[in-house]
């Protein structure tokens, strides 16, 4: 069954304080893994998409790497603003581009 | 921000009666889907529109029904809401083009069904 896992389900940070989410995954024919970012009674914003393993994107304090069964989410001296659910999601193979996600990890920085 | 509205913002019916979502977009995008998601669940799929008139039905479709009779509107049906159906609901767009499968989710419609 395809399945996506995110830990950890919640994690408390210390500003400045550097840390990583992960996103596991086992699907067959994945066609892309999807980042999400997601405060509280707003829908999800996209952040990142990554297509093969090995692929690394940045955007400020946040980078996202790819393996062949799991994602991470770097953090590099998190801030309070960076307070966020965070979002896996990977697209199937065959499918018109519909995602799974996982269950998200909530992060929460504090000054 | 993608532009996607989504309509009512929040709603609260009894059981049994029918509700209809709407979701809006101006980007043009071919695709659109219909999430929701609730406390201990990931977003799960309810249905999706790959163009004008063309529908199927995702993960949890059961319960609900889609029209897409314009590029730009989706709406969600619920024939007879039940306490189940009690949930926060997400639009999302795609336009599906090679290298551009991320999905822009819309604001969210907060159903509570007493």
């Known amino acids: 069954e395809d399945q996506v896992t995110q830990s950890p389900e919640a994690l408390r940070l210390q500003e400045g304080e550097s840390s990583s989410l992960n996103c596991s995954y086992t699907v067959s024919g994945l066609r892309g893994l999807f980042w999400y970012r997601q405060d509280p009674g707003k829908g999800p914003e996209f952040l990142f998409t990554l297509y093969s393993a090995g692929e690394e994107k940045e955007k400020e304090r946040l980078k996202a790497t790819l393996t062949k069964k799991e994602s991470f989410l770097h953090i590099t001296a998190p801030k309070p603003e960076d307070s966020a659910t965070y979002l896996c999601?990977?697209?199937?193979?065959?499918?018109?581009?519909?995602?799974?996600f996982g269950k998200g990890t909530k992060l929460s920085v504090k000054p | 921000d993608a532009g996607i509205t989504q309509s009512p913002r929040h709603k609260v019916t009894e059981t049994g009666t029918p509700v209809t979502l709407r979701c809006h977009q101006t980007e043009n995008h071919r695709y659109m889907y219909w999430y929701r998601q609730d406390p201990g669940h990931g977003l799960r799929l309810i249905h999706y529109s790959y163009g004008v008139k063309d529908t199927d039905k995702g993960e949890v479709s059961d319960g609900y029904s889609v029209s897409r009779s314009k590029t730009e509107d989706f709406l969600l049906t619920l024939e007879s809401a039940t306490s189940s159906q009690t949930s926060v609901y997400f639009c999302a767009i795609s336009d599906g083009l090679a290298g551009h499968n991320e999905q822009f989710f819309g604001p969210g419609t907060r159903l509570t069904v007493l």
């Open positions: 999601a990977v697209r199937l193979g065959g499918s018109q581009g519909n995602l799974i």
